[in-house]
């Protein structure tokens, strides 16, 4: 039987695609992560340029610099998960610590010319980091067969069937390349026991029942999360005459993504064959992605700036592998050789995110301090999976279309210098990406920090929080009553930055 397994690891399966509107949203979000300072102000950069982070929002702001600058940030990360489901609440928080930020700039200045600057930067960023960990507990009247029955419906029985000769593993994998993918869960949940044909000796057969008695079962699942979507922004920039800025970027991004599901269910009437089932999947996810970034910022006058900034689509290129695994106590004997070692390969696909576009206004007070404003504007309504002809992909496009709508965003930070120190403080708003703001609420933040300013080089510490409520499903199909999410997220930032 090892020999089997080994021999379709190997196998690429053409599965139909389980790829949908929640996969855009992840990847169309961007949090404020970067340096201590940008973070302490809750990343209002867009009219003032002058921070290695902040030339994300708007490239010219490296011409900003006056001198060559490095700058390496990082960030203590605390998150905090609260989920109601059926009115029981599961709490899940952790922490952990890593570089978030590494960049530099070069500066180069003209006496003979218009243009009185050039500005060649390099950064790397986390825009997203991944790791998460979720409980959802609760006593539901909606089992996971359910979720089995939904995907089974309408599937011709014969079809399901192992054949002669074949292995439970092989014939898992064969359906998920022959049939797709909800043919593959009808397998699953029939030899995992959970459903029946309701004509079994009929290979025509479409009509499914469920073989658990219950009016409520008690549900439990864990989703643990890893990855990131990591950011090098490569940034030229220059500065004309004394009151204006341009700059250009490229953005290159690195993404990896691992989510692993625990589901168990319990709590069947005492007439019932299945009394526990346990249904694990894990995903994983790994691809590139590439933007471009246009912007300016000019200065009105000694203490008015204004900027704007046009942020492209993000054209991901991704490739996903799952697997999963089910038990109960009527399923068939051999169900255990389905693992996560009998993996189904996804082809390529392509996220496109939509663009953006920044305006901001700042007021710079001399050497005292500044006020920031910055508002952002996305149509996730121009959301995309790729490619548009695949059947799913087209049904996904088209829940995007009608269910997302346009998100605004407003930063506002300011800072106040006291000699060398710098405090600062920010607040952050960023709208539901759905039009109901209903299944995604409206997320949250506020934002403290403080530096201090030795000459050549700076210190800053930031404290950065977020709020956000967001429903959740446990699977896709089935199981229709979310569970209520509060999300809750801290950063606690230390940045170094040395001026040459």
């Given at each position: 039987?090892?020999?089997?397994?080994?021999?379709?690891?190997?196998?690429?399966?053409?599965?139909?695609?389980?790829?949908?509107?929640?996969?855009?949203?992840?990847?169309?979000?961007?949090?404020?992560?970067?340096?201590?300072?940008?973070?302490?102000?809750?990343?209002?950069?867009?009219?003032?340029?002058?921070?290695?982070?902040?030339?994300?929002?708007?490239?010219?702001?490296?011409?900003?610099?006056?001198?060559?600058?490095?700058?390496?940030?990082?960030?203590?990360?605390?998150?905090?998960?609260?989920?109601?489901?059926?009115?029981?609440?599961?709490?899940?928080?952790?922490?952990?610590?890593?570089?978030?930020?590494?960049?530099?700039?070069?500066?180069?200045?003209?006496?003979?010319?218009?243009?009185?600057?050039?500005?060649?930067?390099?950064?790397?960023?986390?825009?997203?980091?991944?790791?998460?960990?979720?409980?959802?507990?609760?006593?539901?009247?909606?089992?996971?067969?359910?979720?089995?029955?939904?995907?089974?419906?309408?599937?011709?029985?014969?079809?399901?069937?192992?054949?002669?000769?074949?292995?439970?593993?092989?014939?898992?994998l064969d359906i998920g390349e022959k049939l797709g993918f909800a043919d593959q869960q009808a397998f699953l949940g029939y030899y995992g026991g959970l459903i029946d044909p309701v004509d079994e000796s009929n290979d025509n057969n479409i009509d499914y029942v469920s073989t658990a008695d219950y009016s409520t079962v008690t549900q439990?699942?864990?989703?643990?999360?890893?990855?990131?979507?990591?950011?090098?922004?490569?940034?030229?920039?220059?500065?004309?005459?004394?009151?204006?800025?341009?700059?250009?970027?490229?953005?290159?991004?690195?993404?990896?993504?691992?989510?692993?599901?625990?589901?168990?269910?319990?709590?069947?009437?005492?007439?019932?064959?299945?009394?526990?089932?346990?249904?694990?999947?894990?995903?994983?996810?790994?691809?590139?992605?590439?933007?471009?970034?246009?912007?300016?910022?000019?200065?009105l006058n000694d203490n008015i700036r204004i900027g704007g900034s046009y942020q492209s689509p993000t054209w991901y290129q991704l490739t996903d592998d799952t697997s999963q695994r089910i038990s109960s106590d009527i399923a068939a004997d051999d169900i255990n050789f389905i693992n996560f070692k009998v993996v189904n390969l996804f082809?390529?696909?392509?996220?496109?995110?939509?663009?953006?576009?920044?305006?901001?206004?700042?007021?710079?007070?001399?050497?005292?301090?500044?006020?920031?404003?910055?508002?952002?504007?996305?149509?996730?309504?121009?959301?995309?999976?790729?490619?548009?002809?695949?059947?799913?992909?087209?049904?996904?496009?088209?829940?995007?279309?009608?269910?997302?709508?346009?998100?605004?965003?407003?930063?506002?930070?300011?800072?106040?210098?006291?000699?060398?120190?710098?405090?600062?403080?920010?607040?952050?708003?960023?709208?539901?990406?759905?039009?109901?703001?209903?299944?995604?609420?409206?997320?949250?933040?506020?934002?403290?920090?403080?530096?201090?300013?030795?000459?050549?080089?700076?210190?800053?510490?930031?404290?950065?929080?977020?709020?956000?409520?967001?429903?959740?499903?446990?699977?896709?199909?089935?199981?229709?009553?979310?569970?209520?999410?509060?999300?809750?997220?801290?950063?606690?930032?230390?940045?170094?930055?040395?001026?040459?």
């Open positions: 039987m090892k020999k089997q397994i080994t021999f379709f690891l190997g196998l690429v399966c053409t599965l139909a695609s389980a790829q949908n509107m929640n996969d855009v949203l992840q990847y169309s979000q961007e949090n404020v992560i970067g340096t201590a300072r940008y973070q302490g102000m809750s990343g209002a950069f867009g009219a003032l340029g002058g921070d290695m982070s902040a030339i994300a929002v708007n490239p010219a702001g490296a011409a900003v610099f006056n001198h060559h600058q490095f700058t390496a940030t990082l960030s203590l990360y605390y998150k905090k998960n609260n989920a109601t489901y059926f009115n029981r609440n599961s709490e899940l928080d952790e922490n952990y610590l890593e570089i978030n930020q590494i960049g530099g700039v070069m500066v180069f200045k003209s006496n003979n010319s218009n243009w009185r600057k050039l500005a060649i930067a390099a950064n790397y960023g986390i825009v997203q980091n991944f790791d998460n960990n979720i409980s959802i507990s609760g006593i539901s009247n909606q089992g996971i067969d359910q979720y089995f029955l939904a995907y089974a419906q309408g599937t011709p029985f014969g079809p399901l069937l192992i054949q002669d000769g074949e292995y439970i593993e092989e014939a898992y439990n699942f864990l989703q643990n999360t890893t990855g990131y979507n990591n950011k090098f922004t490569l940034n030229l920039a220059s500065q004309y005459q004394e009151n204006l800025y341009v700059g250009a970027a490229i953005n290159i991004h690195s993404i990896l993504y691992d989510k692993y599901t625990e589901f168990t269910e319990i709590g069947y009437d005492t007439s019932s064959q299945i009394q526990r089932t346990t249904f694990d999947n894990f995903l994983h996810t790994e691809g590139s992605a590439f933007s471009f970034t246009l912007g300016a910022i000019a200065k082809e390529k696909y392509t996220i496109k995110t939509p663009s953006k576009v920044t305006g901001s206004l700042a007021v710079v007070f001399g050497k005292d301090g500044l006020l920031s404003f910055d508002y952002g504007f996305q149509d996730m309504r121009d959301a995309e999976l790729r490619p548009t002809n695949d059947a799913s992909f087209s049904m996904s496009n088209t829940a995007i279309a009608n269910q997302l709508g346009t998100v605004t965003t407003y930063r506002l930070g300011g800072e106040y210098r006291i000699d060398e120190v710098s405090l600062r403080g920010g607040y952050r708003y960023e709208q539901s990406p759905y039009a109901n703001g209903n299944i995604i609420g409206d997320l949250n933040g506020y934002s403290l920090g403080i530096g201090y300013n030795f000459g050549p080089s700076r210190l800053d510490l930031a404290f950065n929080t977020t709020e956000q409520d967001a429903d959740k499903q446990l699977f896709d199909a089935g199981l229709t009553t979310p569970a209520r999410i509060n999300h809750k997220q801290t950063n606690v930032t230390l940045g170094y930055t040395v001026n040459f």
